[in-house]
């Protein structure tokens, strides 16, 4: 079985590819199916956070790019800036991953936020998407960065 170790910052170019949901795609540690069918495991450093577009590397060199996988997602697009920073608001508040543009946002589909959300006047659209929510404050490039301490 084909295992993936590290996260090639550089690469582009890739033979094979693997579609993972969200929730997968948070896991440091998985076993997966690769799109060719093989089965593969990706054993990352904990706290490593896997996007769309990302290329794994094996120790034998292979190299795996991860491809966002449609998703039932709830689509909520903005009637003004006010309202659309409410919502915003009020999803981070509840701790729910968010995907955010330019004038719109989708979580995944839930009926009790999508209550909530109707409730503060927006039209809420379930449809199959592909699903990048905004990474934190502390992730970047992939890895869980923690504040320092001042004291």
Not at 15 to 42: F, N, P
């Amino acid at each position: 079985m084909l295992e993936f170790t590290e996260v090639d910052m550089t690469g582009t170019e890739t033979q094979l590819t693997a579609t993972l949901k969200y929730a997968d795609r948070q896991k440091s540690r998985l076993r997966i199916t690769l799109d060719s069918g093989e089965t593969a495991g990706i054993l990352l450093t904990h706290g490593n956070k896997l996007r769309s577009g990302n290329v794994l590397t094996s120790a034998s060199g292979e190299r795996l790019r991860i491809v966002a996988a449609l998703e039932s997602v709830s689509m909520v697009s903005a009637y003004n800036q006010h309202a659309f920073a409410r919502l915003c608001y009020h999803l981070g508040n509840r701790h729910v991953p968010v995907e955010i543009g330019d004038g719109w946002a989708c979580y995944e589909r839930d009926h009790v936020l999508d209550e909530m959300v109707a409730g503060l006047g927006f039209d809420v659209i379930h449809e199959d998407a592909t699903f990048e929510p905004e990474p934190g404050a502390y992730v970047r490039n992939g890895h869980v960065d923690f504040p320092h301490s001042h004291g």
